[in-house]
């Protein structure tokens, strides 16, 4: 509960924050709120460095609307949002499009929601890298093919990628999976129609060879780069390595990973359809030690709603991606409560190494959790437009209960 003052300040009283200290915590705000978090504990509000909201061209997917919404029930206050648009966001012109019309959206629903923009790389528009430098968290990559029409299959337009974003201090976020081998290997499987084929036909040699050549094109060109949503014990492995060797490169994770296996297409079926794919335990297991040890930097969602109808469709005919923003924090809550994770690891994964890497403006933004409360993820409390979730029925225990977000508080 909280009762209103007079003071244009917000105070929270008797929260404890991740080291179980009792504070009192005070954030700027337009109006004065004195909030009881007794048995709460406070968290610096998460960035999701990775979502698709779908704006512009799949609006009836999600939009900055709805996501705002999703992302605020999650205790999200900032998101990094990707290209893959339609059209694709390649240019300085096309971004300051979907700013001005993601803007609006945000305005119309009253949530003033943090955020940053990718550039989607285009071997027709290398000279809009410089152009749009002031714009953007980063440029995307496509190796493999995926949602939309972004790819670059030609490692040396990826170098010459690499080279420009080095003279201009541009972080370089790659999708490692070849394109070449997955369609090579597609032909093995073909006819194939169970959902769990997904995973044979993107096999791991296709990420574990694009990333070689990340890595090796990066070393040369000394840009930094992020690597996307890992999913193999290979790809931690072979970035641990590079770490060794000076590279200035990052590795990002995702909660489908962590808490997926390839063992649940048997129950979510082409739900558990994305790029790339669910792997096996034992990888998963290697990215649980990845996390924790500090090789893996990020999680980030890969929040990529689709219409529960469309995936519904048969293998071959429904798109890949699962929404993942909503119960991104309430899983790695249960996570801690299962002894899997610290609540320091938490914040390091999800809010301050993020903000380092994408040299984001540091803010006062922060999330108050109850560690103890115990609940279902249920679609009647989802927020995204899709309206599903591929952990629907789920208990978990650890949930946000209220995000406060530039002195404004949103109850989940």
């Not at 370089?172 to 032909?187: F, I, M, P, S, T």
Request: charged share 25%; proline share 4%.
């Amino acid at each position: 509960m909280f009762q209103i003052n007079d003071h244009r300040m917000l105070l929270i009283k008797n929260v404890k924050n991740i080291k179980g200290e009792t504070i009192t915590h005070q954030v700027g705000s337009s109006r004065d709120e004195i909030l009881d978090a007794r048995g709460l504990t406070m968290l610096p509000a998460l960035i999701d460095p990775h979502v698709h909201f779908r704006t512009p061209g799949h609006e009836y997917k999600e939009d900055w609307q709805s996501g705002a919404r999703a992302a605020i029930a999650g205790g999200v206050t900032t998101v990094l949002d990707m290209p893959n648009n339609d059209p694709s966001t390649v240019t300085k012109k096309l971004l300051e499009k979907k700013k001005s019309i993601i803007d609006s959206q945000l305005k119309q629903v009253n949530i003033p929601l943090r955020y940053g923009l990718y550039l989607g790389a285009d071997k027709n528009h290398l000279s809009e890298i410089k152009k749009a430098k002031s714009d953007i968290v980063a440029i995307k990559v496509f190796l493999g093919s995926s949602t939309g029409s972004l790819l670059i299959e030609d490692y040396n337009i990826f170098e010459k990628i690499c080279e420009e974003a080095a003279k201009n201090d541009i972080l370089v976020a790659v999708h490692a999976e070849d394109e070449k081998l997955l369609r090579e290997n597609a032909k093995n499987f073909a006819g194939q129609k169970e959902p769990r084929v997904h995973s044979k036909i993107r096999f791991r040699e296709a990420a574990i060879y694009a990333l070689k050549k990340a890595l090796d094109i990066s070393k040369r060109a000394g840009n930094r780069l992020y690597i996307l949503h890992a999913g193999t014990k290979e790809e931690v492995e072979m970035v641990r390595e590079a770490k060794t060797q000076g590279l200035r490169v990052f590795l990002e994770t995702t909660p489908h990973h962590l808490f997926l296996t390839e063992n649940d297409y048997a129950t979510l079926h082409t739900k558990a359809q994305m790029n790339p794919p669910l792997r096996t335990k034992t990888d998963q297991v290697a990215l649980w030690k990845g996390l924790n040890d500090g090789i893996i930097d990020t999680i980030g969602t890969d929040h990529a709603p689709h219409t529960e109808n469309e995936k519904k469709l048969p293998y071959g005919q429904a798109p890949s991606g699962v929404p993942g923003i909503e119960t991104y924090l309430p899983l790695l809550l249960d996570a801690y409560n299962k002894n899997l994770i610290t609540l320091e690891n938490i914040v390091r994964l999800t809010s301050s190494t993020v903000a380092k890497i994408f040299e984001l403006e540091p803010n006062d933004d922060i999330v108050l959790v109850n560690l103890k409360k115990t609940k279902k993820v249920l679609r009647q409390n989802l927020k995204s437009k899709s309206g599903w979730s591929p952990f629907e029925g789920r208990a978990l225990r650890g949930w946000p209960v209220c995000t406060i977000l530039k002195g404004k508080i949103y109850y989940a």
